[in-house]
Structure formats: C-alpha cells, structure tokens
C-alpha cells in the first residue's frame, strides 16, 4: 500500500526496505531535506569528517559483511570527494551505494553554487549512475540501483538527487519486481566449456589454481579448497583473494605477483595448467604478461566477460559466478590418470620444497633497528584468525599480506586495485561498524595515515575500538625502496620532516598514544592495546630503509624474483607443509 512521502522521506524508507542499517555521511546544503528526514529514520548516521572517508568507510563495510555499503554527501564538492573512494571501489568490485545531492533542478547546467556535473564525473568510476529528475522515480531507482551494486561483479553505484526532488511529494510504494530487460549477469557458466575445464584439470600434471577477489565475492572459498584437496593442486593467492584458503593449509601458498612468495610465483612459472577463479591477471599478479605462465594452459572463470582474455590470453574461458561454476565443476572432475596422479603428487611436493628453500625472511639482531616485519608477526600471533585486519597502501601492505595469519575470507582489507593511500583508517571505521564485537586492526604507514588522520575524530566520537598500528619509517616507504632500488639511491621528495608526534597527536583527538621503539617493547604495547575500550594508537619506530622482499622489477616476469640482500643470518616465518 502506498503512501503520502517527500522525496527525502522515500530515500530514508528505500534504505529501510534494502535493510540498510547505517550510513556513512557528512552533510551540506543541497542534502538538508536529507538529513532532516533521517531524524525520522531508523537507520544510523556515521559523521565522518570527510566525504572520502564515507566512501572508503563504506566499502570496508560492504568487505566485511558482504552487504551493500551506503554514504551520503552533498553537491558539488561534497560529491567530488566521493571521487577517489569510488574509484577504489569499482577497482576492487565492491558494492557501494553512493547518494549525493544537487543543485535545484532548475539550476543544473548554470554553474549554481556548489554545482558539479557529477554523473559525467563519475561515469567510468561507477558501475552505473543516475540523476533523479521526478520525486516518483526515487523507489524504482534505489530499487535497481541496490540489484546493480550487488549481482553480477559487484561495483559501485551512484544516485544523485536535485534539492528540490528531495522536497517534493510522491505516492511511496517500494517495487517487489525489477524491469532492467538490458542487465542480465551470466552467473551459470556454459556447461561445455566446464566439461572442457574438468578434463582439463584431470589431464594435468602441474595444474595450479589462483584464487582471487571473486571467489571471496561468491562466498566460494570451500568449493576452492575442495577443489584444491580433491585434485592435489596447489592455491595461491591475489592480494583480493587473501583469506580464500587458510594460509596454513599445506595446499596454499600465499601471495604471487610483484611480492608474493617465491613458492608461488615459481609455481605459476612452472605449471602446465592455470585455473584462474574470480581475477583478472592485474600487471601487479602478471609482471610482464606476455612471458607470464608460459608453459600453462589457462581456464579462466570471471563473471565479467570483459576480464576474459583482456590481460593474458585464455585457452578455456567460463563466464560465471566462481561459486555456481564449481559446484557445476566438482561433481564433473574425475580422478587423474596413474601417470597424472603421480606427476601431480611430485609437483605438489616440489612446490612445497620451494617454499622450505624460500620462505619469506628478514635479518633481525638486537643491535638493529625495529624489523617492521616482526610488528606485524607480533599482532598477527596475539590477535589470532578471527581478527580484521585492515592496511593503507605500501610497504607496511604488502608485509601483512605476507606474514599475517590469514584464515578466513573477508578479515583482510586493501585497497588493491588502485592502491589508495588514506584508505586505511576511514577503511578500519567501518569495518569497525561492520563487526562492533569483532577485533579490528590498521595496520598503516606514517604517510598513509596523515592523509586521513581526522578520522581519528570519527574513531573517538563513534567509540570504536580500532587498535591502530602505525609503522613509522619516516618515508613514503615504498617510493623511498624504488628509489633504491631503481634509481641509484637518489631519494627525492620520500622524507616529510619534521614528522609529527603521532603519540601528543592521538592524545590531542582524545585516544591513548604509545610509543614503542624497541622488540622489548612490542607485547606489552600491544597487550595493553587490547585492553582498551576505544580506540588506541601504537607508534612503532621501525628501520627506516628496510624493504620489501621478494619483489619483481617492474615489466620483468614474475620468475625474475630478487629475493632480498644476501644475509648469513635470517629469520624464516613457518614453514608449511
């Protein structure tokens, strides 16, 4: 049954009826309806303080619960701060909704104050958008807008509302059925092409399998490891596909690509058959892609027909759900042949012996400077699997991804994709939000973390009991190890200074600060971190010019690995298998 609403009122009841229990906003203008109405709503509003913090605060949220996430922001610049965080959104296909506001309708297109064309901004960023011109448009466009973010590849959408639609009266009544006769995902995969995968696999002798974001987004990260155990094939991992399969499991081995572990990218050199479930061979997991696999036959599932063959070309494509296409695929793979079986069980057993020759190491004495790597080893063991944790973007990333205890799906968040700085700490407010029983950890740079550090003030006025981990190094670390490493040590423009006291800085927005410089340090900082009821900020002093290990040089194949400097003593983390 219908009734009698204004358009602002409607917004609040298409939320409601999604099952939209909060979202992250900062006011303004052309949203005052807005956020008049939301006194009404039942939905909780999360002020940020600032609009990028909303976007990226609702995308950890959708990473976490598997839910749509939603924020809120006014015209002009309030929507072209959304900008950034829907970019990171669509690279990582996470289903975001954003709702904006605009200028009255009868001032778009006369440069209004606070005007900005922001569906033409946001055009190649989103998944789709639109601008609301009729206040009885708004139940079907949220309706729609809700089935795009959340089917097919997930991705961002934006809605962008006149003040005056936001005034105006309309008849509610939210549509069960959905008329989008032009969107139509395949989610079921052709099923000759899986017979075609299925004796594929059964023919193989090096086969490996390369988890990746999709398979967290279909919730598929069983059907993976029954695949993996059922068929004696090793797993490794995209920086998305993290969590896909517990690290520990002798099958799995962890990250490949420009840092991931010898054992892994050995693997992906050395197969003959590659089953790519849910990535889309980014030049960071690639390389130089035209020397990537070069002995390996591919199969590649993606539900995006658009990733098949973009990157690296495919001898067995499946356009689906990574979900519906194994539970399609398992019941239709049939045991290897003897001389299969055996080859298999040997190569297994190789790349398990790669990783004992290889693991992932670090010099540490206790005359050196705090090992960033041992920071993050240390939270990983204290807080345990069933923790959150969430990175910035650099070195301090990539050595989580490396050495934190991954074993379950969505308790890892980065921004991957487009590689945001700043994402980290709005990123961990709403993971926060998303698990409010849950422990949540950022670990982030000391550059990162300036780039968005007023969210401290979210984090305090919210009570949310993020542990904030920052690996201060004094420099853009990653830009400061390319220097290094490819530019003869000319460091240029890597060091702020006078850095900030980021201890006196965490007690000025009202949260305790610790300082901790030494290894002596590490568990009592962190066991009293633990014990706080809101949040709490650690500053680690690490060694400033540690580096990140494997790496690839950039356009080399990932086979052309550096492993690190050549040190008579390292540490090795476990070892698996």
Same mark, same amino acid.
């Given at each position: 049954m219908s009734e009698r609403l204004n358009g602002a009122q409607a917004v609040w009841r298409c939320l409601e009826a999604e099952g939209v229990s909060v979202i992250f906003g900062y006011p303004g203008g052309a949203v005052?309806?807005?956020?008049?109405?939301?006194?009404?709503?039942?939905?909780?509003?999360?002020?940020?303080?600032?609009?990028?913090?909303?976007v990226h605060a609702a995308d950890a949220y959708a990473r976490v619960t598997g839910q749509v996430g939603v924020c809120l922001a006014t015209s002009g610049p309030g929507a072209t701060n959304l900008v950034t965080g829907l970019a990171n959104a669509y690279m990582d296909s996470i289903p975001v909704i954003a709702v904006t506001g605009q200028?009255?309708?009868?001032?778009?297109?006369?440069?209004?104050?606070?005007?900005?064309?922001? #569906?033409?901004? #946001?055009?190649?960023? #989103?998944?789709?958008?639109?601008?609301?011109?009729?206040?009885?448009?708004?139940?079907?466009?949220?309706?729609?807008?809700?089935?795009?973010?959340? @089917?097919?590849?997930?991705?961002?959408?934006?809605?962008? +509302?006149?003040?005056?639609?936001?005034?105006?009266?309309?008849?509610?009544?939210?549509?069960?059925?959905?008329?989008?006769?032009?969107?139509?995902?395949?989610?079921?995969?052709? &099923?000759?092409?899986?017979?075609?995968?299925?004796?594929?696999?059964?023919?193989?002798?090096?086969?490996?399998? +390369?988890?990746?974001?999709?398979?967290?987004s279909a919730g598929a990260s069983g059907l993976v490891r029954d695949l993996a155990e059922m068929q004696d094939i090793p797993v490794v991992t995209t920086l998305m596909g993290i969590g896909a399969m517990p690290v520990t499991h002798p099958q799995c081995f962890g990250l490949l690509g420009m840092h991931g572990r010898f054992s892994a990218n050995r693997a992906v050199s050395e197969s003959d058959l590659v089953i790519a479930l849910g990535m889309r061979f980014d030049d960071r997991v690639t390389g130089g892609a035209g020397r990537y696999a070069p002995r390996a036959r591919v199969v590649h599932v993606d539900v995006d027909p658009a990733e098949i063959g973009k990157n690296r070309s495919v001898? +067995? &494509?499946?356009?689906?759900?990574?979900?519906?296409?194994?539970?399609?695929?398992?019941?239709?793979?049939?045991?290897?042949?003897?001389?299969?079986?055996?080859?298999?069980?040997?190569?297994?057993?190789q790349v398990q012996d790669w990783e004992r020759q290889r693991p992932i190491a670090y010099e540490e004495s206790d005359d050196r400077p705090l090992k960033p790597q041992r920071v993050i080893e240390e939270i990983s063991r204290?807080?345990?699997?069933?923790?959150?944790?969430?990175?910035?973007?650099?070195?301090?990333?990539?050595?989580?991804?490396?050495?934190?205890?991954?074993?379950?799906?969505?308790?890892?968040?980065?921004?991957?994709?487009?590689? @945001?700085?700043?994402?980290?700490?709005?990123?961990?407010?709403?993971?926060q939000v998303a698990a409010p029983g849950g422990e949540v950890w950022l670990v982030v740079g000391d550059g990162g973390l300036q780039m968005t550090l007023q969210e401290l003030a979210t984090a305090v006025q919210e009570e949310l009991p993020i542990r904030i981990a920052v690996i201060n190094n004094g420099f853009l670390g990653m830009v400061r190890q390319w220097q290094e490493m490819f530019h003869r040590r000319r460091y240029s423009a890597v060091q702020f200074g006078p850095w900030p006291d980021f201890v006196r800085l965490a007690e000025a927005f009202g949260l305790p600060g610790l300082r901790v410089q030494s290894l002596a340090e590490v568990g009592p900082a962190l066991t009293r971190a633990r014990l706080e009821k809101g949040p709490v900020l650690i500053d680690f002093i690490v060694d400033p010019e540690e580096c990140v290990f494997p790496m690839v040089p950039p356009g080399q194949g990932i086979e052309k690995m550096i492993l690190g400097p050549d040190v008579p003593a390292v540490r090795p983390v476990a070892v698996k298998g």
């Open positions: 005052l309806p807005l956020y008049d109405a939301l006194l009404d709503s039942s939905v909780r509003h999360i002020l940020v303080r600032h609009e990028q913090a909303a200028v009255t309708s009868r001032l778009i297109g006369r440069d209004a104050f606070q005007e900005a064309d922001v #569906t033409g901004i #946001t055009l190649p960023i #989103t998944k789709h958008n639109y601008l609301v011109q009729r206040p009885e448009d708004l139940p079907r466009v949220f309706r729609e807008a809700f089935h795009i973010a959340r @089917t097919g590849r997930p991705g961002p959408v934006l809605i962008d +509302i006149p003040k005056d639609v936001q005034s105006q009266m309309l008849e509610y009544d939210y549509p069960a059925q959905l008329n989008l006769p032009g969107y139509r995902p395949t989610v079921l995969g052709n &099923p000759r092409q899986i017979q075609l995968a299925a004796e594929a696999i059964a023919s193989a002798e090096r086969p490996v399998i +390369i988890a990746g974001g999709g398979v967290v001898d +067995i &494509p499946i356009v689906g759900d990574v979900g519906k296409v194994l539970e399609a695929l398992l019941p239709s793979l049939r045991a290897p042949a003897l001389r299969a079986a055996e080859a298999r069980r040997a190569w297994l057993a204290l807080a345990g699997p069933e923790a959150i944790c969430v990175v910035d973007v650099g070195q301090h990333q990539m050595w989580a991804a490396q050495l934190w205890n991954h074993q379950q799906p969505r308790r890892f968040l980065s921004s991957s994709g487009l590689g @945001t700085m700043g994402f980290g700490l709005p990123a961990a407010i709403g993971a």
